[in-house]
């Protein structure tokens, strides 16, 4: 049974920004216990390891990154939609200093390569899971504007293509730490895929 001697969300937020800030490996469960203010002992006691607790916390992290795709992508015309999308993508990267980059990449990939092949199928199970999800985010808007007449084309299509985009922009942002490279690239995909009309100058 899980101990109730600290508040479980605040405990995974933690956990979520010491893994975020310094990678999978470089986060200690010993620096997270002292900011979480509990016995390291409590979090083996809890989740059984460092990844374990890094698994559950990015679930929390992806809920909440899903409720606000969904609320970004839900206002406005298609091409506004996905300019903040892409913008909230962006600023999601580059938040920190210096910029944590993304968090998936970071954190999860690591996780990915573990040696423990539980550790690994979680961590491919979960951001395949996310992608997915926001997938059919970016696909539900793309119906609605084809509804409306802002869209013809194949929106299972055209979200995939924005979904795969960001990811290209994670590895752009740590190659290169060129923001202004990275909305260009941004307008230029949805440029690619709604064509240039209704673009504000």
């Known amino acids: 049974m899980r101990p109730r001697e600290f508040d479980n969300d605040a405990l995974l937020r933690i956990a979520f920004d010491q893994v975020w800030r310094k990678g999978l490996r470089g986060a200690l469960l010993s620096d997270i216990a002292r900011e979480a203010g509990v016995q390291r002992g409590s979090l083996y006691n809890a989740f059984g390891s460092k990844e374990a607790l890094f698994l559950a916390a990015y679930d929390r992290y992806a809920g909440d990154y899903l409720a606000a795709v969904e609320q970004t992508l839900g206002g406005g015309n298609l091409r ?118 209704g673009r504000a100058a």
């Open 80 to 197: 506004d939609s996905l300019t903040a999308f892409f913008e909230m993508t962006i600023r999601n990267f580059r938040s920190g200093t210096p910029p944590r980059g993304c968090p998936t990449t970071r954190g999860l990939m690591e996780l990915d390569s573990s040696a423990d092949a539980a550790l690994h199928h979680q961590a491919r199970d979960a951001f395949a899971a996310l992608v997915t999800r926001i997938t059919a985010l970016i696909e539900a808007a793309f119906v609605r504007a084809a509804a409306r007449g802002e869209f013809s084309g194949d929106a299972a299509a055209a979200a995939w293509q924005i979904a795969t985009v960001t990811r290209g922009l994670a590895v752009l942002e740590r190659a290169f730490d060129d923001e202004p490279q990275l909305r260009n690239i941004a307008a230029h995909t949805i440029d690619l895929v709604l064509g240039k009309a």
